[in-house]
């Protein structure tokens, strides 16, 4: 029914099979070994006897899954991550570099975790919210001791059920966002737990204030645990829009984008099934095979009898006319090709996913980035770090935070190296004021050199500090193989 809280969009229908896939692939070898025969048919799948099911149970086990796609999705992780982002937080929200979810996980940390489900589905979700002390009233001591904080909570694509929109002026404003949830809840005696499923509804009323309200599944039907209520900004005005944040593999917006790994999670699914056939194969087939001929019955008996051994030490003594060898069969290279093609597919796929050119800009990105052309990982970040700008932003507006949030992860996949001829021609373009010093600073960031959370007034005011007066008045750089001025 379209009016139960429960319910699913069609879109959001569509796509759970290919979720599962990527997921379960990225999971590895025990997930997708322990699905069966989603992803590895059982052999004469009419025969139902005890002994066909034992066959495919071996058959399985010796089949070796190898987890490509999991191992790319860490690896551009690990890519994005070599060069540490970029934060910049107004007074207030200093905490979330630590903790930015209430639970003690970092930004950083959440932004790597977001980045793996957006390569994995090409969706995820974040949603703003402020956890504040029973009673309603927040003073500016329990900000500090963290009682009464903003947050931003992470939601995977699954979580994400149902959504809508409304023209509100000339915006296309969320106006309603259901998220399921699973909440551990305590046994009566106070040891163990057991999960239960409920729903957070996030809407625009019909005055356009945003509420929140809960709900319970149960055993029976679903029902309303909290009311409906309406959070507050930090000046004590209701919200006017839902503070929730879809990241998409494209873009930001509702739609449901294209899983990134999807293409290889499904030639990856292929090679597991290849290295199904090829194992049963080598296991069947793969001995050698001593024979014998020429023998009549009671030479056969004869060597029953004594026993037939094998090795350069224990000759077979054959009759007139007798003869023997070892039958070995000949490679069967088909499957094994198989595998090996696959194999170049997969390592082709992670490829393109940081070439440039592989993906499409939106006008904003690429007002925003001098390359005209894009990588698929690099649209992901770039979607990643907007996501995480708005929510900052959101953040302050909770707190009555003053000032502009950045967080900005690297888009340069290339191993970075300093080099000092590069580094000395900036710096004098910075002394010749053909540069800014703030860009020189940001290359140097990027670089690993300055702390990429300082903020060019910190550099600067570290330098005056040190007495080496403002900016770079009393530095010299010097290129290699010249000499100090004053050795």
């Known amino acids: 029914m379209a009016n139960d809280v429960t319910f699913t969009r069609p879109e959001y229908d569509a796509a759970q099979s290919r979720w599962r896939l990527v997921r379960d692939v990225c999971k590895g070898s025990e997930t997708v070994k322990a699905a069966g025969e989603l992803y590895l048919p059982r052999p004469n ?3 139902t006897s005890k002994e066909n099911k034992e066959r495919y149970s071996s058959y399985k086990e010796r089949a070796v899954f190898y987890n490509a796609t999991g191992f790319t999705k860490r690896s551009l992780v690990g890519a994005v991550f070599r060069t540490w982002p970029t934060l910049t937080v107004p007074p207030g929200l200093d905490y979330v570099s630590k903790d930015v979810d209430g639970q003690g996980v970092s930004i950083y940390q959440q932004s790597q975790s977001v980045i793996g489900h957006v390569l994995e589905l090409g969706r995820h979700g974040l949603l703003v919210d402020y956890a504040a002390v029973p009673g309603g009233s927040v003073s500016k001591a329990d900000e500090q001791a963290g009682r009464a904080r903003a947050n931003v909570s992470s939601y995977p ?3 994400i059920i149902n959504w809508k929109t409304r ?3 000339g915006q296309h404003l969320l106006s309603l966002v259901i998220l399921r949830e699973t909440v551990d809840v305590d046994t009566d005696d106070g040891f163990g737990s057991e999960q239960v499923t409920q729903f957070r509804a996030l809407r625009l009323d019909a005055a356009g204030v945003y509420t929140q309200e809960v709900w319970e599944e149960g055993s029976s039907a679903t029902s309303m645990v909290t009311a409906p209520f309406a959070p507050l900004d930090g000046s004590g005005q209701p919200w006017r829009v839902i503070p929730f944040q879809f990241v998409g593999s494209e873009n930001n917006d509702t739609s449901i984008d294209e899983s990134p790994l999807y293409d290889m999670a499904e030639v990856n699914r292929g090679h597991y099934r290849n290295s199904a056939d090829y194992e049963e194969a080598a296991y069947l087939v793969g ?3 001593p024979w014998m001929s020429g023998l009549d019955e009671q030479w056969r008996d004869h060597l029953e009898k004594t026993g037939i051994f094998l090795g350069s030490r224990a000759p077979w003594l054959l009759p007139v006319n007798g003869a023997c060898g070892v039958w070995q069969a000949q490679p069967n290279t088909q499957a094994k090709e198989a595998m090996d093609a696959k194999e170049a597919q997969m390592v082709a796929l992670g490829a393109r996913l940081i070439e440039r050119g ?3 800009k939106t006008a904003t990105q690429a007002d925003n980035d ?3 052309e894009h990588s698929v990982l690099s649209l992901v970040v770039s979607n990643v770090s907007e996501a995480y700008v708005q929510c900052l932003t959101w953040m302050a507006l909770f707190v009555g935070a003053i000032g502009t949030p950045v967080y900005k992860l690297n888009q340069d996949f290339s191993q970075i190296s300093l080099d000092a001829n590069i580094m000395a021609g900036l710096f004098n373009a910075v002394q010749g004021g053909k540069l800014p010093e703030s860009d020189f600073w940001q290359y140097l960031r990027d670089r690993g050199v300055i702390d990429p959370e300082k903020t060019d007034d910190e550099i600067r005011g570290e330098i005056e500090t040190q007495s080496l ?13 010249s000499k100090p001025s004053n050795p």
């Open 45 to 47: 799948a009419h025969d």
């Open 157 to 159: 694509a699954e979580s």
């Open 167 to 169: 023209q509100i002026g």
């Open 287 to 289: 001995q050698p095979q």
């Open 358 to 360: 592989s993906a499409v």
């Open 370 to 372: 001098s390359a005209a």
């Open 469 to 481: 007066g403002p900016g770079f008045d009393n530095i010299e750089v010097i290129p290699n193989g």
